[in-house]
């Protein structure tokens, strides 16, 4: 298997773990699975990125930002040291390593895959979650 077709499944992967939802009727924050679920996404998103290193070696790639898109990069490295300065304790770093995954997987997904794959990895997945 290819590191791209790797790469696509973890793009279903990530969001059929976005889609599995664990609030309880005391509210977001108050189940223990939480934990688990945000350790899968980091744990898909650092595949996707390691992936991605170990493919842009093999091949160089080239990605073109737009403003909004530049912009877009510079809000979300903005929240990156925002979020990393407040005095949350454990639960800001945690949000801090997500946010941070988080955009290193999309930039790695927006250089390497086409649009295509996104928008079949997500019917796929809503599609699933729809029929259980």
Known sequence: MSLLKLIDVGIFALILASL???DTI????TNPLEI???GLICGI????VGLAVI???????????SA?????L?????????VAWSAGGAQSLLKDLLLALTLAAAVAIAALRPPRVLV??????CGIFVVL
Request: proline share 2%; charged share 15%.
């Open 20 to 22: 599995w939802s664990l």
């Open 26 to 29: 005391a509210g977001a924050g």
């Open 36 to 38: 688990v679920r945000y």
């Open 45 to 48: 998103e650092l595949m996707i």
């Open 55 to 65: 493919e842009i070696m093999r091949r160089p790639v080239s990605l073109r930002l």
């Open 68 to 72: 909004g898109g530049a912009l877009l």
């Open 74 to 82: 510079v809000f979300f490295l903005y929240t990156l040291i925002s």
């Open 120 to 125: 079949e990895a997500s019917v796929l997945g």
